[in-house]
């Protein structure tokens, strides 16, 4: 995705939150630096083709782990990675923002598994205690703000949305949604908020990829675009 189609969305996820764009671009700016010079990923890296499982961390996971272990490709959002492991489903790339399992993000690094590894505006102090003790080689740096070399935006808000995302752009033919669970009601107010936009999001996801996820039937209906 251009970041000129990213941003309308961005912007409009940006005023909902009351989140600072010069936060964000700090953080860009943060993972820049602690990359720099050390050979990060770059999108071309990263093959995610066929039927892609994008798990999310959701409590259904151990449920649905068979969908994601019958996937070609499959694409762990933060802490999904923990319950992926443990039924012994290979991960292909993790997305975290470093807020959920720093762990295990150094882990698979190490391993050689593409981390995709997000800034933005609160998380700095974690980009600059972990990332330099990461496998850079296998770190595909990203922002939610205008991209700047090698940090890249594929798109996306929550880890979730932004595999979904990632995925799409790097060949997925078709999206799987294990461990998604849109009405979680343990959650807190703001991490409810989020999955309303990750919600919107992933069905602009899936209009622009004329495709129809199965985690929307009987909601897209009600899925506003405000951005569009």
Known sequence: MLYAEWRPAYEAIRRAFDYDRAADEWGRDAL?????????LVPGDLSLSGTVAVCGAGPSLPGD???ARRADAVVAASTAAADLREAGVAIDCLVTDLDGDPIMARTL???GTPVAVHAHGDNVESIRRHVPEMAV?????TTQAEPRDP???PGGFTDGDRAAFLADARGADRLLFPGWDLEEPAVGPEKARKLAWAECLLHWL???????FALLDGRRDAVELPWL
């Open 32 to 40: 820049r630096e602690v990359v720099a010079g050390r050979d990060p």
């Open 206 to 212: 899936e209009r622009r990829r004329d495709e129809r």
């Open 65 to 67: 782990v068979e969908t």
């Open 137 to 141: 080689s296998a770190v595909l740096p």
């Open 109 to 111: 690094a190490a391993a």
């Open 151 to 153: 940090v890249v935006n």
